[in-house]
């Protein structure tokens, strides 16, 4: 016997639809690739975005076809994430920090028909042009009047004057299987090729359902419209899911533009009233850095999501001491986006501000959807004790069932192998050691590089940390820790060790320390230590 509902797909554009219905009001807010401020409300974008999703039937894209994106945060990249998949098109997000072969590489392995771009990203694409071989128009989101001098192979379209060319009068977004390709994100940082990790309507909705729930995100209060501020990029994880959320719970949304120096960030948290934003770690180095030697506080921000890279301890800390400001994260990745429950556990309010920061450290808990656990090398599931150390294994509605026309991704018995090791208690926790691929094995025993960088970063000189494995005749590998100061610091690697010493075991104190003045970062902020290991691969410590 089965149920007497009505079978109604899970679609994006009924998130639009809703935000546009019954939180009209709520504004959009974003900052222009030239630097000033657009705004505007959910009421006034969603004729914008049908006549859009009109513009691009018009220009011939049928079901499947993929529209391409090489963007930063702007009103109009946001609205693409609307036009393109509410008529069964397929949104791909290009990150446009990737090296110009890997672009190259995923916009004609996507086979994107259209690829939109900005004054931002026009320089790149005047350089890889003649080698996309799918792309039949570029249209250049701006007016007419910002548009520069574009000299490229194929038409170049403006986007308002495609918005202007139609008319949305009794236009309704069509339905159809909510299992249809959606977006599409490239994981980036990984050896090879990145891959094409596609999304679903339905894996989206569930998963900005899941990330809507009240005990989500922490301290949210009756009748108070929360400011979301996506600092992590549109190209990377849907920007972790905001451009739906915001909508859905009629909160106001935020938008960077192309410009993140923390005198800007602090612009838009301050001056919009932001109160939960979303970044990877290193936006938080430097922006605390600024805040420090600037004497600035925020008067609305509460809670800051972050992903993807562990922080400092001495990070959290100061955020929540100093500023007020709740550290959480979630664990999630390209291929399962927000699989933790990143607020503390129910029943953890008794808990002491410092077991509460411990909590914090944690990548989130199990949430009600997916399912984690971790396995051994010969894949044989390891008990959920706060002890085991395991290859994490991910599977759900929202976890990525393999890469774009390639079949791997899965273990044998159906789980998504995350790359992840960690650590998973008894009540869900779940604690990263490491990257699979950046864990260090001296004389048979794991090192952990995410507690080294802990007790690195916890000195007040050091602005970022990270610790690589190097080469060792006797142990196999040993960890080398690579130290960018802060401005102004000259604190030498003595120091760093000696403060290190008593929060980790002897043995695994770093054999050397090395300083840098910066270190290479991936499109989505993270350290790209494949990069350190290879500037580092003939390193010897004395």
Known sequence: MQG?????????????????????????????????????????????????ALALRRLGMTSGDRVGTLAFNTHRHWEMFY???????????????????QLVYIINHA??????????????????????????????????????????PKPVLCYEELLAAEDETGFEWPLFDEKLASTICYTSGTTGNPKGVVYSHRAAVLQSLTASMFDFLPG?????????????????????????????????????????????????????????????????????????????????????LSSGSAPSRAMV?????????????????????????????????????????DRRMVSGRACFGTDLRIVDDAGKELPRDGKAVGHLRARGPWVSSGYMKLNEGLDPDGWLITGDMAVIDAQGHVTLTDRSKDVI???????????????????????????IAINHEKWQERPLLLIVRRQGANVDGKAILDHMRP?????????????????????????????????????RAN
Request: glycine share 8%.
């Open 220 to 304: 949210h209060q009756e009748g108070v419209r929360e400011v979301m501020f996506p600092m992590a990029p549109l190209f990377h994880g849907n920007g972790w899911n905001m451009p739906f959320t915001a909508p859905m719970t009629g909160s106001k949304l935020v938008l960077p533009g192309r410009n993140y120096e923390p005198d800007k960030l602090y612009e838009l948290l301050e001056g919009e009233g932001v109160t939960i934003s979303a970044g990877v770690p290193s936006f938080w180095l430097i922006l605390l850095d600024w805040l420090g030697r600037n004497g600035k506080k925020f008067s609305t921000l509460r809670a800051t």
């Open 441 to 467: 094995k001296s004389g048979g025993e794991w090192i952990s590089s995410i507690q080294l960088e802990d007790a690195a970063l916890s000195h007040p000189d050091v602005l970022q940390a990270a610790v």
């Open 4 to 52: 007497l509902m009505m079978d109604m797909p899970l679609l994006l554009s009924g998130l639009i639809k809703y935000g546009a219905d019954y939180h009209g009001e709520a504004e959009v807010v974003g900052r222009e690739i030239e630097g000033d401020l657009h705004r505007y409300t959910y009421a006034q974008a969603h004729p914008r975005i049908k006549r859009m």
């Open 83 to 101: 036009a393109a998949p509410g008529m069964s098109y397929v949104l791909h997000t290009v990150n446009p920090r990737l090296f110009p072969e």
């Open 111 to 152: 086979e994107d028909r259209l690829l939109f771009i900005d004054r931002a990203t026009l320089p790149i694409v005047e350089a890889i042009a003649p080698k996309l071989t799918s792309v039949e128009a570029f249209v250049f989101m701006s007016t007419r009047e910002r548009m520069p001098d574009v000299k490229l």
């Open 317 to 357: 800390e100061k955020l929540k001491k100093d500023y007020g400001v709740d550290y959480i994260q979630a664990w999630g990745m390209t291929e399962a986006l927000g699989c933790s429950m990143p607020s503390l556990r129910p029943g953890s309010d008794k808990l002491s501000d410092k077991e509460k920061i």
């Open 503 to 539: 929060k980790i075991a002897s043995w695994w104190m770093p054999d050397a320390v090395e300083f840098m003045d910066e270190f290479p970062m991936t499109g989505t902020g993270k350290v790209q230590k494949m990069a350190l290991r290879e500037k580092f691969r003939e390193y």
